[in-house]
């Protein structure tokens, strides 16, 4: 077997994606993506457990590459990795918003979105593979439990005081929902993760902050402001109102939805987003070079403000 | 005094060449890293032009926030961000403690709070702040 045209993807700061020819004795083509952490990096997910949720969700039908080995042996090559298809298709959320090109990608991705999220939630959490999958603590709510380890991450690694993420803070604890179903949780579902192509949907990708939780949590996170980039006029990723999601998400047979609930989850989103910039900010500052996470110390104030606005009621 | 170009003007033309010809020569992740490090510069020619006006607006809403005597700010800037950064530390104490739950400290210190997140999104991000 033969590689070819090997070439490193852009995208994921903790996570190289290499694309590859791979050519098959005889001459058949293979085009296969590779997955690996960067070698001596700090890694806080296993790419076996990864591998694993994708095997199950491609099983069930849902859109995501058809994952095709996976090597924890880092002898081999550096580091763990997996290897899948590769997806031809756009991952650019700007292009996505605004170019002519993907106006019925726009169109569809609303409903076909929906779609995912409700199969997403619909895996077996149970299943023996899935067992790694962090889950809720028995005495506390996904909600409350979420809250609790966010507050405690933020307070251990700020270097500035945030009233505006502490009324924020007060805001959530008053009133964390409980739980209407407690599913398999993407925990990174939004439009910077999915690649589309102009027709809409073709994979969803980033599955490892995945989680047994409450699924409105994955609703709420992606009417998260950040994930409109600019298009704000349509809270859910730019794409549509959020009535209109949920309708679809019904639809699709998913999880039944409390509109209080998922504004709850969205308010978490804003401090959560706001706490990893925080989080990053403080990693340049301990030594970690880096323009971009030096900016994103300055992003938190986006978030600030996004959340004064939504407990403003 | 320095001669001319000021900091700003240098600041100018580092972030003119970034932009003009640095992110037109890369691609990907660096050309990427490229447009970023030309927005952190434009962050940095804004908050130079306007820190000092901006930290004494907020040291005297802090004190009117916190009841305390508003009249006597830090001459020296050093000092008028040590002031601030410890002002704000103790409303986050007060918030945490659920002092802004109820009026009429919450809706003092949320107009502060509110005041003070659109005085860094006009140095970190103008655009963001609807008018």
Known sequence: ??????????????????????????????????????????????????FALLAAAHAAGLRVPRVRWCEEDAAVLGSPFFVMDFVAGETLARRLLRDAEYAPARAALPGQLATALAGIHALDARAPELAFLPRPPADATPAAAELARHEQL???????????????????????????????????????????????????????????????????????????????????????????????????????????????????????????????????????????????????????????????? | ???????????????????EDVVPALEGPRQFHARVAANVLAIVGR???????????????????LGEDASAPPARLEALRAAVRDATAALGERIRRGDADAEPFRAAARSHVRATVEDKLRVANPRFVRS
């Open chain 2, 1 to 19: 005094m320095q001669d001319r170009p000021s900091v700003r003007e240098l600041l100018d033309a580092v972030r003119a060449f970034l932009e």
């Open chain 1, 1 to 50: 077997m033969a590689i070819e045209h090997l070439r490193r993807l852009a995208g994921g700061a903790s996570r190289e994606i290499w694309a590859f020819d791979a050519v098959l004795p005889g001459g058949a083509l293979e085009r296969l993506v590779l997955r690996r952490d960067p070698p001596g990096h700090q890694v806080h997910s296993s790419r076996r457990d990864e």
């Open chain 2, 47 to 65: 908050e130079l032009a306007g820190e000092e006006a901006s930290l004494l607006a907020e040291w005297q809403r802090l004190a009117l926030v």
């Open chain 1, 154 to 313: 933020y307070r251990a690694v700020t270097l500035d005081p945030h009233p505006a993420l502490e009324l924020a803070l007060r805001w959530l604890a008053a009133a964390p929902p409980a739980p209407h179903a407690e599913t398999l949780v993407h925990g990174d579902f939004r439009i910077g993760n999915v690649i589309f192509g102009p027709e809409g949907l073709r994979a969803v990708l980033d599955w490892e902050l995945a989680h047994v939780g409450d699924p409105l949590e994955d609703l709420g996170w992606l009417c998260v402001r950040a994930w409109r980039f600019g298009a704000d006029a349509r809270p859910v990723g730019g794409l549509c109102q959020r009535e209109e999601f949920f309708a679809a998400y019904a639809r699709a047979g998913g999880t039944p939805v409390d509109p209080a609930a998922v504004r709850w989850w969205e308010v978490f989103g804003n401090l959560k987003w706001a706490i990893i910039c925080v989080m990053q900010a403080r990693s340049f500052v301990d030594g970690v070079r880096s323009v971009e996470l030096a900016s994103l110390g300055r992003r938190v104030a986006e978030m600030e403000l996004e959340l004064l606005e939504l407990t403003e009621a």
